[in-house]
């Protein structure tokens, strides 16, 4: 019977067959141990040469690292391993031989891998991250639906930039000139009139000059935008939500934190409700702390990011930032109009900030106003006026980065092992 690494504890004492890659082989005289992988997950498997044909022991001893077999054996318990079984082999089927896979069981260097992606992608490292980038998907659909929202896919080509004009890729659309979407909060927000409760996920673009850990050119973002809801109502959303998905990482992607080495306790700290700071108390925090090259009206860098989240033991929301410093469409706070409000909500352990969303402007003139400081004049806006002139009501939303969020959960240092072929700065290949 054909089955998966996955599912061979269903298969205890019982012969399967499996489709398989070699990813690694260790063997003596009279015994090969392969580690085999299928897609699924990892499992050794071991040839006895006492319990197999002649031709069979020597196709396995001779196995060049990431062919491609069909393996059959019985499945075992072995208590030493982390999925719990291996297999004892009774044949072998080679499908593909795979001769001088560059990447070996030595160290390579991170660029080398970086021209590998399409084969480092095979890797356990890399495999957990993205069973790790799976599960957030998926919880992520799971937690809105629930929750009532609908799921709306705003478009990728646009003619106008949601979050200014600098970080915009151009592209030509016949006769117009057009850009690859930032953002699709714009459009969110007319979906929300539609449909009350919507989310979005998909790819967004900037072209930004940034080679950090937490940039990427290319990513993806999930973004609700409700309306009939204030700003500290949209928090405890975005509190909930992250809460959701960490809970969901813990209690299904077991093994693959395991393979990561992911502290878990970091992991069970993230429960609802996160700390809330404003931007005024988090700028006095930083003097405290001997920052004296930032002052009220700067916007903060990694480093104060890191401070700020080092003083508190969860995720903490930095709220109410300086209008200057922030997007045109976000809402003043009422009687202190220099700032808005919103929030970014900043990981611990120095992953920076997870998620930008605000409470937006409701109010034609103001909106108006602000057109003109930022210089919205062309045609490509007209529509996002409407949305204020025909039944505004109150509305929030936000933007959660997945890529960010991929490395928090998993631990990993930089954002290009959270994407399968990450856009960076000086990288579009493979
Ligand atoms: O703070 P940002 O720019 O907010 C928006 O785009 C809003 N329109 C979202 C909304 O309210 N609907 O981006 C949101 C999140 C950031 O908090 C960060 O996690 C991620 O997107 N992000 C990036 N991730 C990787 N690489 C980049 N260059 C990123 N820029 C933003
Ligand atoms: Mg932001």
């Known amino acids: 019977m054909k089955t998966t690494i996955s599912n061979v504890k269903k298969h205890e004492n019982e012969t399967v067959t499996i489709g398989a890659w070699l990813e690694n082989k260790r063997s003596s005289g009279k015994i090969a141990f ?3 992988r299928d897609g699924t997950g990892f499992m ?3 040839v006895a040469k006492n319990d197999v044909d002649e031709e069979i022991f020597q196709l396995a001893k001779n196995l060049h690292q990431e062919s491609s077999i069909y393996i059959t054996g019985k499945i075992v318990e072995d208590k030493r391993s982390p999925l719990g079984f291996e297999m004892q082999v009774t044949g072998l089927e080679l499908i593909h031989e795979a001769i001088d896979y560059p990447i070996t069981p030595k160290e390579h260097g991170t660029e080398f891998l970086m021209d590998h992606r399409h084969l480092w992608l095979r890797s356990r490292r890399q495999h957990a991250v993205m069973k790790i980038r799976n599960e957030i998907i998926r919880s992520t659909y799971q937690f809105f639906n629930q929750q009532g929202f609908v799921k709306i896919d705003p478009p990728i080509l646009t003619a106008s930039s949601a979050e200014g004009t600098t970080e915009l890729f151009h592209t030509q659309y016949f006769d117009e000139e057009a850009y690859l979407s930032q953002s699709g909060q714009l459009y969110m927000e007319a979906a929300a009139m539609a449909f009350g409760k919507v989310f979005s996920f998909g790819p967004t673009f900037r072209a930004e000059k940034s080679k950090t850990r937490r940039h990427l050119i290319e990513f ?5 935008e409700m309306a009939f809801v204030d700003h500290e109502e949209s928090l405890q959303i975005q509190e909930n939500y992250v809460s959701y998905i960490a809970k969901s990482v813990l209690e299904n992607c077991q093994l693959e934190l395991a393979t990561l080495e992911r502290d878990t306790s970091k992991l069970e700290q993230i429960q609802a409700p996160f700390p809330r700071i404003s931007y005024d108390d988090a700028i006095t925090l930083l003097k405290e702390k001997g920052f004296t090259d930032i002052d009220w009206g700067d916007d903060f860098g990694a480093p104060h990011e890191t401070a700020i989240a080092e003083h508190f033991d969860k995720p903490v929301f930095i709220t109410n930032y ?7 469409y976000m809402k003043p706070v009422p009687g202190r109009e220099e700032v808005v409000l919103c929030a970014d909500l900043i990981a611990p352990e120095g992953y920076g900030e997870i998620i930008g969303g605000s409470q937006r402007i409701d109010d034609l003139e103001l909106m108006k106003e602000r057109y003109e400081e ?3 004049t062309g045609d490509a806006y ?5 949305l204020q002139k025909y039944g505004n009501v109150p509305h929030s939303g936000f933007g959660l980065g997945l890529e960010r969020t991929v490395a928090w959960l998993s631990g990993v240092d930089h954002v290009r092992e959270t994407i399968p072929f990450p856009r960076l700065l000086n990288r579009l290949y493979p």
Not at 220 to 224: H, N, R, Y
Not at 382 to 386: A, T
């Open 322 to 328: 300086p209008a200057e410093i922030k997007a045109f």
């Open 220 to 224: 993806w973002m999930i973004e609700p």
């Open 34 to 36: 392969l580690q085999l």
């Open 382 to 386: 007209k529509w996002y006026l409407d």
């Open 374 to 376: 930022h210089g919205l």
């Open 44 to 46: 050794q498997a071991v």
